[in-house]
């Protein structure tokens, strides 16, 4: 749904301007990216935005008023439950309890208490207070007391919501009053601890959704229920794909024969991809001294995420949670011209991140997990160029493995407004000393003069920035802009796909990085025999393997393009008189690289049938007196049709089918 647009005077309310026909569907506005309850005042003249309920802004403005809806809920059965912290992602929210048990069983009590506060309409109202007073007001709940003391500093203010008789700690915004949660359902429950840290209490979070109406609601339950039925974890034990082993290594998947396949076909097409647009690979080793990890900034960002460990001698290692530092050192090991750029590095890298038990799931997020990784070393004039061709590579991908097309794109930018979130370069108007990408602080002082008046320079951050914009301008490609949004080294554009089932995943990103070249002291030589700094490109196209292997087998519910497939061909022999030929066949398929196997067991064909459909092979071959007279085929396809033919004939067709990555089957 799109949001509309009305021009607003600077101390006007936003609500003002809702047209009188939109009332139910307006429930924010924004202005230059940023969001407003519409009770607000315009902080100037300019445009407002309208958000809509139905849009994207909305649904998710939505999401966390129901969040809120629930722990009013909460507060009122459960005297003694203490709200911690909400969350949304794309169309469920969570919230965290200090609270006694409760189970799914207590669910319809509380979205009974959830409907009658919605059905009485509460206003919802916003208020500025000075800290002092939030803190006097969440003086009975410690963990909106962190929180406060976190994110507010002593002499300034912040906003609280209240809706009757709850009260929040919140930035917002919110829908205008309750009776806009029309439609919401709690889904599940579990146990978590507070900040996610197994040495602190224990939570409870309870799941839920909320939509606009109830033919959206019900439109997502019966979607959440086809994606139960297809949960990876299901269908790789059906398949025997992968597995775990939580005594012997927690979180680590372990694949099969079948599961390997399945890696290895994906592995392998990307290795052709790679090499069609310029990327050469490497490989790099899997634990380093924490030196390295201390020069790249993971050490101080992931430190408590990462196994670490001390050798006898007191030497210091991690396995790695990245493969950029391996790369940065394989690229130290040349001196370049500016002709030899872009460098361009690519490697199925597995990296080891310590992911909280509670938090981990299946192959969705694992400890362990091997990225389609690559990183470019390009010149700054290089970014417009290694952008288009990364964008033209993902769809090609995505149409091949997943048989869609609808991709979205987003670039996230800085915010220039908080340099002090970015790492950025200074000019020393003093001395007009410049130096390169440091992170501001409070004492930031020239290195040469030491003066500390500075003034910042964007131009890096902006000419990459407008690369970005530009190559996907280039390419006639959608974009959604996030302000504020940049990874803290650069800005970067990330990569959406739907699936059968209409979820949205972010899979690939494009990531430009002013800060670990400097870090890394890494420099090209250009025209002029100078030492220049080059630009890293960080890249990954499925993301992890683990992960898109499970948006894989959800996606197709197990049952693969043969190319994919662990098994592409099943052979049954009607009775045992035909073992001989269902033997050959096989052989035969075998020897032309098509995944086959022979049933020679005793049981009837439709049991056969039965017992295998869990593995889904491409195509089950049932051969017997007419099959081997005529020297033909009875295939059947995944869609239970079957068709005839000569031998040769069909081997030629698979072989084809699978040569070029097909979606569709031969027939």
């Known amino acids: ?31 230059n990216d940023k969001l407003y309850d519409l009770f607000d005042t315009a902080p100037e003249n300019n445009d407002a935005e309208l958000i809509d309920i139905h849009s994207v802004d909305g649904e998710k403005i939505l999401l966390h008023s129901a969040a809120h809806l629930l722990a009013n809920a909460i507060t009122d059965i459960y005297k003694d439950a203490l709200p911690n912290t909400s969350n949304e992602g794309e169309d469920t ?4 309890f200090k609270m006694d048990p409760i189970s799914i069983e207590d669910f319809p009590l509380i979205e009974k208490r959830m409907e009658e506060i919605v059905k009485s309409n509460v206003k919802i109202e916003k208020s500025i207070l000075n800290k002092s007073e939030i803190l006097e007001i969440f003086k009975n709940n410690k963990y909106k007391i962190d929180k406060i003391n976190t994110n507010v500093n002593d002499n300034d203010k912040s ?13 917002g915004p919110h829908v205008p009053s309750t009776g806009y949660i029309m439609a919401f359902k709690l889904l599940s429950i579990s146990s978590t601890n507070y900040e996610g840290d197994i040495n602190k209490e224990k939570m409870i979070r309870i799941y839920g959704t909320a939509f606009p109406d109830k033919k959206a609601l019900n439109a997502f339950l019966i979607r959440r229920e086809e994606a139960i039925k297809r949960d990876h974890r299901k269908i790789g034990t059906e398949m025997d794909l992968f597995m775990f082993d939580n005594e012997r290594a927690p979180g680590m998947p372990f694949y099969t024969p079948n599961g390997a396949i399945i890696r290895n076909e994906l592995i392998n097409y990307m290795k052709e991809i790679n090499r069609s647009h310029g990327w050469e690979e490497v490989w790099t080793a899997h634990v380093f001294k924490d030196i390295i990890w201390k020069q790249s900034g993971h050490y101080g960002k992931y430190k408590n995420d990462m196994f670490l460990f001390q050798l006898q001698n007191g030497d210091n290692y991690g396995l790695k949670p990245m493969n950029c530092p391996g790369h940065i050192t394989i690229f130290q090991r040349n001196v370049y011209s500016y002709r030899d750029m872009p460098v361009k590095y690519s490697e199925p890298g597995t990296v080891y991140r310590y992911e909280k038990s509670g938090e981990m799931g299946g192959l969705t997020r694992p400890r362990g997990f091997t990225i389609d990784d690559g990183h470019g070393f390009v010149r700054p004039d290089q970014v417009l160029e290694e952008t288009v061709s990364l964008l033209k590579m993902v769809p090609e991908i995505f149409k091949t493995v997943l048989g869609t ?13 908080n340099p002090e979130n970015y790492l950025v370069s200074y000019i020393c108007n003093n001395c007009n000393t410049k130096f390169e990408m440091r992170a501001a602080v409070d004492e930031l002082k020239c290195y040469n ?5 500075l003034k910042i320079d964007f131009s890096a951050w902006d000419n990459a920035t407008d690369n970005l914009r530009e190559a996907l301008k280039n390419l006639n490609l959608k974009y959604t802009e996030y302000l504020g949004e940049a990874a803290f080294y650069g800005p970067k554009i990330d990569i959406h796909i739907k699936d059968a089932l209409g979820r949205s995943w972010q899979l690939s990103t494009i990531q430009l990085d002013f800060f670990m070249p400097v870090n890394f002291d890494l420099y090209y030589i250009d025209k002029d025999d100078e030492r220049v700094r080059p630009i890293i490109i960080h890249r990954a196209i499925y993301g992890s393997y683990e992960r898109f292997i499970a948006i894989l087998l959800e996606h197709f519910n197990g049952k693969l393009p043969t190319w994919l497939s662990p098994l592409q061909t099943y052979v049954i022999p009607v009775s045992e008189n035909y073992n001989d030929y269902a033997i050959k066949i096989n052989k035969l398929l075998n020897k032309n690289d098509v995944r086959s196997r022979v049933d020679l067991s005793g049981e009837t064909i439709s049991k056969k ?13 049932v051969v017997g007196e007419r099959e081997k007279n005529s020297n033909t085929l009875s295939v059947r396809n995944r869609k239970d049709k079957t068709k005839e033919f ?16 097909k979606i569709d089957q031969i027939f």
């Open 1 to 31: 749904m799109d949001n509309i647009t009305i021009k607003i005077k600077k101390g006007g309310k936003f609500n003002d301007i809702v047209p009188e026909k939109l009332k139910d569907r307006i429930i924010a506005a924004k202005m």
């Open 93 to 96: 929210f969570y919230y965290d």
């Open 159 to 171: 906003s609280i919501y209240k809706q009757g008789n709850y009260i929040e700690f919140c930035k």
């Open 405 to 417: 097309d609808e991709i979205s794109y987003d670039l996230s930018i800085m915010d220039k407004n």
């Open 449 to 453: 003069c030491g003066s500390s008046d």
């Open 609 to 621: 049938i039965k017992l295998i459909r869990k593995m889904r092979p491409s195509y089950i071959i």
């Open 646 to 661: 000569e031998i040769d004939e069909f081997i030629s067709n698979i072989k084809n089918e699978i040569k070029n990555h």
